[in-house]
């Protein structure tokens, strides 16, 4: 098994936007292992949050850690290099086979150069051997072994969407941030993804933040639940807690 993630730690993190506070001082720490869910209404900054741990956007104020490392400040790249990768809320792939998708995951990691890769060096050939062994192990874990060499388009919606996972995970994230994984999914759907979460879980030992809508998910994958509502934490807690919790409460029935 691979070393535990380091913890990722959010620290009062303000984010602005032409007059509107999109996240106001929100703090929360994902543990080493664990799955953590950050819910809350429409609007109510959880993509903003995302945008924020993955360097799309930078906060006004507060910092973000994983680990020993300050994130804050950092580019995409050199994030998703520290081991922090993403899904999007909407699928991105449409383009290539299975194969393809997660290769270009995999290019990120390539040690051999642009060049050496085109010119088939014996050591850039190896690497690639390796990479396509690799994600096909990730194409396995994540329900895909059959359509490894399938077209994306061709894949039904459930499998495009663990297309988007299996492709952050050949990163080999430490922390892997999945949006709304579930959205436009049916029971099935539903079920298989749940199923993959908690195997990718338990096989590779990263930590989760996920957000989501589908609160059966929420309730049966997270160990931790914080709750944002208009850009603030307005509870956290056992998803047990956060259920009972009369701040959540009004939020989602709006009473
Ligand atoms: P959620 O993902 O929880 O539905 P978002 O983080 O997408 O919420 O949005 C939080 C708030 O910030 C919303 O009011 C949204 O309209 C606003 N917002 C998000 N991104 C931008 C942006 N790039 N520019 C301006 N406003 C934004
Ligand atoms: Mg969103």
Do not use: W
């Not at 192990?137 to 894949?155: C, W, Y």
């Amino acid at each position: 098994l691979p070393a535990a993630a380091p913890e990722l730690s959010v620290r009062d993190v303000t984010v602005r936007f032409a007059g509107l506070t999109a996240l106001d001082a929100v703090s929360f720490t994902v543990a080493p292992g664990s799955v953590h869910a950050l819910i809350g209404p429409n609007g109510a900054g959880k993509s903003t949050c995302f945008n924020v741990l993955s360097g799309l956007y930078r906060p006004a104020s507060g910092q973000v850690r994983l680990g020993d490392d300050v994130l804050t400040g950092l580019a995409p790249h050199r994030i998703a290099a520290l081991g922090v990768a993403r899904t999007f809320q909407n699928i991105v792939t449409t383009e290539g086979t299975v194969a393809d998708n997660l290769m270009l995951g995999r290019h990120v990691l390539s040690r051999a150069g642009f060049a050496a890769t085109a010119l088939r060096l014996p050591g850039a050939v190896r690497e690639q051997r390796a990479h396509l062994e690799r994600a096909r192990e990730i194409a396995e874990l994540t329900g895909l072994g059959a359509r490894f060499d399938s077209p994306v388009a061709l894949l039904s919606y459930g499998d495009r969407k663990r297309v988007e996972l299996a492709r952050a995970l050949c990163l080999e994230p430490r922390v892997l941030l999945l949006d709304e994984p579930v959205a436009g999914m049916n029971g099935a759907e539903r079920l298989r993804m749940a199923e993959v979460v908690d195997a990718v879980r338990a096989q590779l030992g990263l930590s989760v933040l996920l957000v989501e809508h589908d609160m059966g998910l929420v309730m049966r994958l997270a160990d931790e639940v914080t709750v944002l509502d208009f850009g603030r934490r307005i509870a956290h807690g056992t998803p047990e807690e956060v259920r009972r919790h009369p701040e959540v409460l009004r939020a989602y029935l709006g009473t």
